[in-house]
């Protein structure tokens, strides 16, 4: 993953493919499990869709901390 951090900070957009193909299932299952039957499959898709809108805003500032990314706004 820090390859992977440090060309998204690198403006690198095939990094953000691939953190997309890597962790686009593992965010479903997460927002899915969260919200039970509250959100549909297209507010779902819409929730993945803006994670990784704000990963890209903020590659910048992305940081990993014991292999979890995390950014500051």
């Keep these: 993953m820090d390859i992977l951090i440090e060309r998204l ?3 690198e957009t095939l990094a ?6 890597k962790y686009s299932d593992y965010i ?8 039970g ?8 898709e819409e929730i993945i869709s803006d994670v990784f809108i704000l ?3 903020n590659r910048v ?5 014991k292999g979890v990314t995390y950014t500051r706004q």
């Design 61 to 65: 500032i992305a940081i990993e901390v």
């Design 55 to 57: 990963l890209w805003k």
């Design 16 to 21: 953000l493919d691939m953190i997309i193909d």
């Design 9 to 11: 900070k690198n403006d």
């Design 28 to 35: 479903y299952t997460v927002v899915k499990n969260f919200s």
């Design 37 to 44: 039957r509250a959100f549909s499959e297209q507010d779902i």
